[in-house]
Protein backbone atom coordinates (compact mmCIF):
# COMPACT_ATOMS: atom_id res chain seq x y z
CA UNK A 1 0.00 0.00 0.00
CA UNK A 2 3.00 2.35 0.32
CA UNK A 3 4.06 2.18 -3.18
CA UNK A 4 4.89 5.41 -5.21
CA UNK A 5 1.62 6.62 -6.79
CA UNK A 6 2.73 8.58 -9.62
CA UNK A 7 4.79 11.56 -8.09
CA UNK A 8 3.79 10.81 -4.58
CA UNK A 9 5.29 8.49 -1.97
CA UNK A 10 1.82 6.82 -1.28
CA UNK A 11 -1.72 7.36 -2.31
CA UNK A 12 -2.24 9.10 0.98
CA UNK A 13 0.34 11.38 0.53
CA UNK A 14 -2.06 12.26 -3.29
CA UNK A 15 -4.98 12.20 -1.36
CA UNK A 16 -4.01 14.90 0.98
CA UNK A 17 -2.19 16.98 -1.42
CA UNK A 18 -4.84 16.79 -3.94
CA UNK A 19 -7.39 17.97 -1.27
CA UNK A 20 -5.41 21.16 -0.25
CA UNK A 21 -5.04 21.58 -3.92
CA UNK A 22 -9.02 21.89 -4.22
CA UNK A 23 -9.68 23.87 -1.35
CA UNK A 24 -7.08 26.42 -2.24
CA UNK A 25 -8.91 26.20 -5.51
CA UNK A 26 -12.33 26.70 -3.77
CA UNK A 27 -11.36 29.55 -1.78
CA UNK A 28 -10.16 31.92 -5.03
CA UNK A 29 -13.24 30.69 -6.38
CA UNK A 30 -15.60 31.24 -3.52
CA UNK A 31 -14.41 34.77 -3.36
CA UNK A 32 -14.49 35.98 -6.74
CA UNK A 33 -18.05 34.38 -7.49
CA UNK A 34 -19.40 35.66 -4.27
CA UNK A 35 -17.85 39.34 -2.95
CA UNK A 36 -20.54 40.95 -5.19
CA UNK A 37 -23.78 39.64 -3.81
CA UNK A 38 -21.38 39.23 -0.11
CA UNK A 39 -20.89 43.23 -0.08
CA UNK A 40 -24.82 43.70 -1.51
CA UNK A 41 -26.38 41.49 0.94
CA UNK A 42 -24.28 41.86 4.56
CA UNK A 43 -22.37 44.62 3.57
CA UNK A 44 -18.70 42.42 3.81
CA UNK A 45 -17.54 41.03 0.31
CA UNK A 46 -15.39 38.34 2.61
CA UNK A 47 -18.82 36.95 4.48
CA UNK A 48 -18.80 33.41 1.87
CA UNK A 49 -14.99 33.54 1.63
CA UNK A 50 -15.02 33.50 6.05
CA UNK A 51 -17.36 31.23 6.43
CA UNK A 52 -15.45 28.61 3.39
CA UNK A 53 -12.68 29.48 5.70
CA UNK A 54 -14.03 28.68 8.79
CA UNK A 55 -15.75 25.21 7.78
CA UNK A 56 -12.92 24.09 6.02
CA UNK A 57 -10.62 24.21 8.56
CA UNK A 58 -12.96 22.25 10.80
CA UNK A 59 -13.35 19.74 8.09
CA UNK A 60 -9.89 19.64 7.91
CA UNK A 61 -9.84 18.60 11.07
CA UNK A 62 -12.45 16.01 11.28
CA UNK A 63 -10.58 14.39 8.56
CA UNK A 64 -7.05 14.40 10.04
CA UNK A 65 -8.87 13.14 13.58
CA UNK A 66 -10.69 10.17 11.30
CA UNK A 67 -8.18 9.23 8.94
CA UNK A 68 -5.04 9.04 11.81
CA UNK A 69 -6.27 9.73 15.54
CA UNK A 70 -9.99 8.33 15.49
CA UNK A 71 -10.59 4.76 16.20
CA UNK A 72 -10.44 2.32 13.03
CA UNK A 73 -13.40 3.07 10.36
CA UNK A 74 -14.56 -0.39 11.50
CA UNK A 75 -15.48 1.40 14.64
CA UNK A 76 -17.97 3.25 12.90
CA UNK A 77 -19.36 0.11 11.33
CA UNK A 78 -20.36 -1.77 14.11
CA UNK A 79 -24.08 -2.37 14.96
CA UNK A 80 -24.27 0.24 17.55
CA UNK A 81 -22.83 3.13 15.89
CA UNK A 82 -24.44 2.14 12.80
CA UNK A 83 -27.72 2.47 14.31
CA UNK A 84 -26.97 5.51 16.00
CA UNK A 85 -25.80 6.84 12.88
CA UNK A 86 -28.83 6.12 10.24
CA UNK A 87 -31.50 6.66 13.01
CA UNK A 88 -29.60 9.75 14.03
CA UNK A 89 -29.67 11.29 10.72
CA UNK A 90 -32.99 9.89 9.88
CA UNK A 91 -34.56 11.87 12.73
CA UNK A 92 -32.71 15.01 11.04
CA UNK A 93 -34.26 14.53 8.02
CA UNK A 94 -38.10 14.39 9.99
CA UNK A 95 -37.19 17.90 12.02
CA UNK A 96 -36.57 19.22 8.56
CA UNK A 97 -40.03 18.34 7.66
CA UNK A 98 -41.43 19.67 10.90
CA UNK A 99 -39.34 22.86 11.65
CA UNK A 100 -36.80 22.87 8.95
CA UNK A 101 -36.21 26.92 7.42
CA UNK A 102 -37.38 27.48 3.85
CA UNK A 103 -35.70 29.21 1.30
CA UNK A 104 -36.93 29.54 -2.37
CA UNK A 105 -39.16 27.06 -2.06
CA UNK A 106 -37.27 24.52 -0.61
CA UNK A 107 -37.57 23.69 3.06
CA UNK A 108 -33.90 21.40 3.37
CA UNK A 109 -32.05 23.42 6.33
CA UNK A 110 -32.45 23.56 10.18
CA UNK A 111 -30.67 26.81 11.99
CA UNK A 112 -28.74 25.58 15.06
CA UNK A 113 -26.84 28.41 17.57
CA UNK A 114 -27.12 30.59 13.54
CA UNK A 115 -25.53 27.92 11.65
CA UNK A 116 -27.17 26.08 9.21
CA UNK A 117 -27.13 22.51 8.35
CA UNK A 118 -28.39 20.73 5.77
CA UNK A 119 -29.09 17.33 6.75
CA UNK A 120 -29.36 15.50 2.89
CA UNK A 121 -25.50 15.78 3.17
CA UNK A 122 -25.49 14.24 6.38
CA UNK A 123 -27.61 11.45 4.69
CA UNK A 124 -24.76 10.74 2.21
CA UNK A 125 -22.23 9.50 4.02
CA UNK A 126 -24.96 7.58 6.36
CA UNK A 127 -25.89 5.17 2.90
CA UNK A 128 -22.06 5.13 2.09
CA UNK A 129 -21.70 3.37 6.01
CA UNK A 130 -24.87 1.41 5.76
CA UNK A 131 -23.82 -0.28 2.29
CA UNK A 132 -19.97 -0.29 3.52
CA UNK A 133 -21.23 -2.41 6.75
CA UNK A 134 -23.94 -5.02 5.35
CA UNK A 135 -22.81 -5.16 1.82
CA UNK A 136 -19.37 -5.45 2.81
CA UNK A 137 -20.20 -8.23 5.20
CA UNK A 138 -22.11 -10.22 2.61
CA UNK A 139 -18.95 -9.66 0.26
CA UNK A 140 -17.25 -11.50 3.20
CA UNK A 141 -19.24 -14.18 3.77
CA UNK A 142 -19.49 -15.09 0.16
CA UNK A 143 -23.49 -14.06 0.21
CA UNK A 144 -25.23 -14.00 -3.11
CA UNK A 145 -25.88 -9.94 -3.65
CA UNK A 146 -29.74 -9.90 -4.54
CA UNK A 147 -32.75 -7.23 -3.94
CA UNK A 148 -35.01 -10.03 -4.28
CA UNK A 149 -33.52 -11.58 -0.91
CA UNK A 150 -34.70 -10.27 2.24
CA UNK A 151 -31.53 -10.43 3.72
CA UNK A 152 -29.65 -8.65 1.15
CA UNK A 153 -31.87 -5.90 0.40
CA UNK A 154 -32.32 -3.91 3.96
CA UNK A 155 -29.57 -1.69 2.82
CA UNK A 156 -31.47 -0.64 -0.42
CA UNK A 157 -34.79 -0.35 1.71
CA UNK A 158 -33.10 2.16 4.02
CA UNK A 159 -31.61 4.11 1.25
CA UNK A 160 -34.88 4.29 -0.31
CA UNK A 161 -36.83 5.56 3.14
CA UNK A 162 -33.88 8.29 3.40
CA UNK A 163 -34.65 9.22 -0.46
CA UNK A 164 -38.21 9.52 0.14
CA UNK A 165 -37.73 12.05 3.08
CA UNK A 166 -35.18 13.98 1.24
CA UNK A 167 -37.90 14.16 -2.01
CA UNK A 168 -40.41 15.82 0.20
CA UNK A 169 -38.26 18.80 1.35
CA UNK A 170 -38.31 19.19 -1.86
CA UNK A 171 -35.02 17.73 -3.61
CA UNK A 172 -35.14 15.22 -6.46
CA UNK A 173 -31.68 15.99 -7.35
CA UNK A 174 -30.11 15.16 -3.91
CA UNK A 175 -32.67 12.41 -3.38
CA UNK A 176 -31.89 10.71 -6.61
CA UNK A 177 -28.46 11.09 -5.80
CA UNK A 178 -28.62 9.43 -2.19
CA UNK A 179 -30.34 6.41 -4.08
CA UNK A 180 -27.93 6.11 -7.20
CA UNK A 181 -24.91 5.88 -4.06
CA UNK A 182 -26.56 2.49 -3.11
CA UNK A 183 -27.58 1.34 -6.77
CA UNK A 184 -23.19 1.75 -7.17
CA UNK A 185 -22.80 0.23 -4.01
CA UNK A 186 -24.54 -2.63 -4.88
CA UNK A 187 -23.31 -3.22 -8.64
CA UNK A 188 -19.93 -3.29 -6.93
CA UNK A 189 -20.93 -5.72 -4.46
CA UNK A 190 -21.69 -8.13 -6.98
CA UNK A 191 -25.73 -7.59 -8.22
CA UNK A 192 -26.94 -9.82 -10.93
CA UNK A 193 -26.63 -8.13 -14.27
CA UNK A 194 -30.61 -8.59 -14.92
CA UNK A 195 -31.21 -6.81 -11.38
CA UNK A 196 -29.16 -4.28 -12.33
CA UNK A 197 -30.99 -3.54 -15.79
CA UNK A 198 -34.83 -3.62 -14.10
CA UNK A 199 -34.10 -1.39 -10.88
CA UNK A 200 -32.21 0.71 -13.51
CA UNK A 201 -35.83 0.72 -15.52
CA UNK A 202 -37.73 1.01 -12.53
CA UNK A 203 -35.88 3.87 -11.02
CA UNK A 204 -35.84 5.67 -14.50
CA UNK A 205 -39.82 5.08 -14.76
CA UNK A 206 -39.69 6.42 -11.34
CA UNK A 207 -38.22 9.81 -12.31
CA UNK A 208 -39.84 10.07 -15.08
CA UNK A 209 -43.44 9.81 -12.96
CA UNK A 210 -41.46 12.41 -10.95
CA UNK A 211 -40.90 14.88 -13.32
CA UNK A 212 -44.50 14.75 -14.76
CA UNK A 213 -45.80 14.85 -11.05
CA UNK A 214 -44.75 18.01 -10.48
CA UNK A 215 -44.67 20.90 -12.95
CA UNK A 216 -41.54 22.35 -12.47
CA UNK A 217 -39.44 19.47 -12.84
CA UNK A 218 -41.14 18.97 -16.49
CA UNK A 219 -40.13 22.72 -17.10
CA UNK A 220 -36.62 21.62 -16.22
CA UNK A 221 -36.42 19.08 -18.19
CA UNK A 222 -38.10 21.15 -21.41
CA UNK A 223 -35.43 23.99 -21.09
CA UNK A 224 -32.69 21.61 -20.57
CA UNK A 225 -34.13 19.76 -24.01
CA UNK A 226 -33.68 24.29 -24.89
CA UNK A 227 -33.11 26.43 -22.63
CA UNK A 228 -33.21 29.83 -25.12
CA UNK A 229 -36.96 28.47 -25.94
CA UNK A 230 -37.35 30.67 -22.49
CA UNK A 231 -34.41 32.53 -22.26
CA UNK A 232 -35.67 35.14 -19.89
CA UNK A 233 -37.43 33.09 -17.99
CA UNK A 234 -36.77 29.31 -16.87
CA UNK A 235 -34.08 29.06 -19.16
CA UNK A 236 -32.37 32.04 -17.78
CA UNK A 237 -29.98 30.35 -15.40
CA UNK A 238 -28.81 27.67 -18.19
CA UNK A 239 -28.35 30.26 -20.68
CA UNK A 240 -26.24 32.71 -18.38
CA UNK A 241 -24.53 29.45 -17.31
CA UNK A 242 -23.46 28.44 -20.74
CA UNK A 243 -22.79 32.10 -21.82
CA UNK A 244 -20.48 32.32 -18.69
CA UNK A 245 -18.48 29.24 -19.66
CA UNK A 246 -18.15 30.11 -23.70
CA UNK A 247 -17.07 34.02 -23.25
CA UNK A 248 -14.24 32.57 -20.52
CA UNK A 249 -12.06 30.70 -24.17
CA UNK A 250 -9.30 29.27 -24.02
CA UNK A 251 -7.74 31.06 -20.68
CA UNK A 252 -10.33 32.97 -19.43
CA UNK A 253 -11.18 36.38 -18.56
CA UNK A 254 -9.10 38.20 -15.56
CA UNK A 255 -9.46 37.05 -12.43
CA UNK A 256 -12.68 38.61 -10.63
CA UNK A 257 -13.78 40.41 -13.70
CA UNK A 258 -16.08 37.42 -14.76
CA UNK A 259 -19.79 39.05 -15.63
CA UNK A 260 -21.60 36.01 -14.32
CA UNK A 261 -21.44 36.77 -10.19
CA UNK A 262 -22.82 40.70 -10.83
CA UNK A 263 -26.20 39.28 -10.64
CA UNK A 264 -26.10 37.68 -14.00
CA UNK A 265 -26.25 33.86 -12.80
CA UNK A 266 -28.06 33.04 -9.94
CA UNK A 267 -26.16 30.65 -7.45
CA UNK A 268 -22.83 31.94 -8.58
CA UNK A 269 -21.33 30.66 -5.91
CA UNK A 270 -23.27 27.16 -5.28
CA UNK A 271 -24.70 25.17 -7.81
CA UNK A 272 -23.18 26.78 -10.84
CA UNK A 273 -19.71 28.07 -9.13
CA UNK A 274 -18.00 25.56 -11.80
CA UNK A 275 -19.03 28.44 -14.80
CA UNK A 276 -17.64 31.24 -12.90
CA UNK A 277 -14.52 28.93 -12.80
CA UNK A 278 -14.50 28.44 -16.20
CA UNK A 279 -15.13 32.08 -17.30
CA UNK A 280 -12.15 33.23 -15.30
CA UNK A 281 -10.11 30.26 -15.75
CA UNK A 282 -10.91 29.11 -19.39
CA UNK A 283 -11.04 25.68 -21.09
CA UNK A 284 -7.26 25.05 -19.61
CA UNK A 285 -7.96 25.66 -16.09
CA UNK A 286 -11.50 23.49 -16.24
CA UNK A 287 -9.15 20.99 -17.64
CA UNK A 288 -6.57 21.14 -15.25
CA UNK A 289 -9.41 20.53 -12.66
CA UNK A 290 -11.32 17.65 -14.33
CA UNK A 291 -7.72 16.40 -14.17
CA UNK A 292 -7.00 16.95 -10.71
CA UNK A 293 -10.72 15.24 -9.45
CA UNK A 294 -9.39 12.62 -11.98
CA UNK A 295 -6.22 11.56 -10.13
CA UNK A 296 -8.33 12.23 -6.88
CA UNK A 297 -10.25 9.32 -8.18
CA UNK A 298 -7.17 7.28 -8.89
CA UNK A 299 -6.22 7.49 -5.75
CA UNK A 300 -9.13 6.44 -4.05
CA UNK A 301 -8.92 3.26 -6.49
CA UNK A 302 -5.24 2.25 -5.61
CA UNK A 303 -6.73 2.12 -1.72
CA UNK A 304 -9.98 0.13 -2.52
CA UNK A 305 -8.12 -2.07 -5.07
CA UNK A 306 -5.41 -3.08 -2.10
CA UNK A 307 -7.83 -2.78 0.53
CA UNK A 308 -8.24 -6.83 2.06
CA UNK A 309 -11.22 -5.84 3.51
CA UNK A 310 -14.50 -6.29 1.58
CA UNK A 311 -16.17 -3.14 3.98
CA UNK A 312 -13.01 -1.24 3.56
CA UNK A 313 -13.52 -1.61 -0.37
CA UNK A 314 -17.16 -0.80 -0.36
CA UNK A 315 -16.24 2.44 1.99
CA UNK A 316 -13.46 4.21 -0.18
CA UNK A 317 -15.40 2.82 -3.13
CA UNK A 318 -18.61 4.71 -2.08
CA UNK A 319 -16.69 7.88 -1.27
CA UNK A 320 -15.20 8.34 -4.52
CA UNK A 321 -18.68 7.97 -6.25
CA UNK A 322 -19.55 10.56 -3.96
CA UNK A 323 -17.22 12.89 -4.39
CA UNK A 324 -15.59 12.25 -8.32
CA UNK A 325 -19.59 11.29 -9.14
CA UNK A 326 -20.94 14.69 -7.61
CA UNK A 327 -18.42 16.68 -9.70
CA UNK A 328 -19.26 14.97 -12.94
CA UNK A 329 -22.86 15.61 -12.28
CA UNK A 330 -22.23 19.30 -11.42
CA UNK A 331 -20.26 19.94 -14.42
CA UNK A 332 -22.55 18.00 -16.65
CA UNK A 333 -25.62 20.11 -15.18
CA UNK A 334 -23.69 23.66 -15.89
CA UNK A 335 -22.82 22.49 -18.71
CA UNK A 336 -25.90 21.36 -20.11
CA UNK A 337 -25.42 18.19 -20.22
CA UNK A 338 -27.76 17.19 -17.39
CA UNK A 339 -31.06 18.95 -16.36
CA UNK A 340 -30.45 21.28 -13.31
CA UNK A 341 -30.50 19.16 -10.22
CA UNK A 342 -29.14 21.43 -7.77
CA UNK A 343 -25.98 19.32 -7.27
CA UNK A 344 -22.45 20.85 -5.68
CA UNK A 345 -19.12 20.39 -6.65
CA UNK A 346 -17.19 19.53 -3.83
CA UNK A 347 -14.79 22.09 -2.71
CA UNK A 348 -15.01 24.48 -5.52
CA UNK A 349 -18.93 25.38 -4.73
CA UNK A 350 -19.46 26.98 -1.46
CA UNK A 351 -21.62 24.86 1.11
CA UNK A 352 -20.47 24.17 5.16
CA UNK A 353 -22.01 20.91 5.37
CA UNK A 354 -21.22 19.54 1.97
CA UNK A 355 -17.68 20.47 2.86
CA UNK A 356 -17.56 19.07 6.31
CA UNK A 357 -19.11 15.57 5.34
CA UNK A 358 -17.02 15.32 2.14
CA UNK A 359 -13.54 16.22 4.50
CA UNK A 360 -14.90 13.52 7.22
CA UNK A 361 -15.30 11.11 4.06
CA UNK A 362 -11.90 11.34 2.90
CA UNK A 363 -10.55 11.19 6.43
CA UNK A 364 -12.86 7.40 6.09
CA UNK A 365 -10.70 6.68 3.89
CA UNK A 366 -7.38 7.44 5.14
CA UNK A 367 -8.19 5.55 8.01
CA UNK A 368 -9.25 2.69 5.65
CA UNK A 369 -5.41 3.43 4.13
CA UNK A 370 -3.75 3.83 7.73
CA UNK A 371 -5.74 0.13 8.95
CA UNK A 372 -4.35 -1.70 5.48
CA UNK A 373 -0.44 -0.28 6.31
CA UNK A 374 -1.19 -1.40 9.92
CA UNK A 375 -2.12 -5.01 8.52
CA UNK A 376 0.84 -5.29 6.01
CA UNK A 377 2.68 -4.69 8.79
CA UNK A 378 1.79 -7.29 10.96
CA UNK A 379 2.02 -9.87 7.82
CA UNK A 380 5.81 -8.90 7.53
CA UNK A 381 6.48 -10.08 11.33
CA UNK A 382 7.66 -13.40 12.72
CA UNK A 383 4.15 -15.28 14.03
CA UNK A 384 5.61 -14.68 17.46
CA UNK A 385 6.16 -11.08 17.56
CA UNK A 386 2.87 -11.06 15.92
CA UNK A 387 1.61 -12.81 18.58
CA UNK A 388 2.36 -10.46 21.22
CA UNK A 389 0.86 -7.00 18.79
CA UNK A 390 -2.33 -8.62 19.10
CA UNK A 391 -5.21 -9.34 22.23
CA UNK A 392 -7.54 -11.79 22.36
CA UNK A 393 -11.14 -10.24 21.92
CA UNK A 394 -13.04 -13.42 23.42
CA UNK A 395 -11.23 -16.19 24.60
CA UNK A 396 -14.17 -18.50 24.10
CA UNK A 397 -14.31 -17.67 20.46
CA UNK A 398 -10.62 -17.60 20.12
CA UNK A 399 -10.54 -14.65 17.75
CA UNK A 400 -7.62 -12.15 17.42
CA UNK A 401 -7.49 -8.39 17.06
CA UNK A 402 -4.67 -6.09 16.19
Known amino acids: M ?41 EDG ?37 KAIYFGVGSLLLLVDLIGTTNKGAQRWLYVG ?4 QPSELAKIAVILLGAALLGE ?41 VALMVGLYILAGLRLREVVGLLGILGAVAVAGAIMAPYRLQRVKVWLDPW ?53 GLLGAAILISVFLLLAAAFFRIAMNTKDERGF ?10 VGQAVANMAMVCGLLPVIG ?34 KLERLSPDTRRTQMRVVSPAEGRWQR
Open 2 to 42: KKRFLIWDNPKDAIISLTLLLMLVGCINVFSASFVEARDMF
Open 46 to 82: YYYLKRYLIFGAAGLMLMLWLGFRAPSYKTWLNDFWL
Open 114 to 117: GISI
Open 138 to 178: MLRKRQSISLLNKDTVWPFVGTVIYGILVLKQPDMGTAAII
Open 229 to 281: SDEANTGYQMVQSLMSIGSGGLTGLPWGQGSGKFFYLPEAHTDFAFAIFCQEW
Open 314 to 323: ILVSGVSLLI
Open 343 to 376: VPLSFISYGGTSMLITLASIGLVLSVYRDECKRE
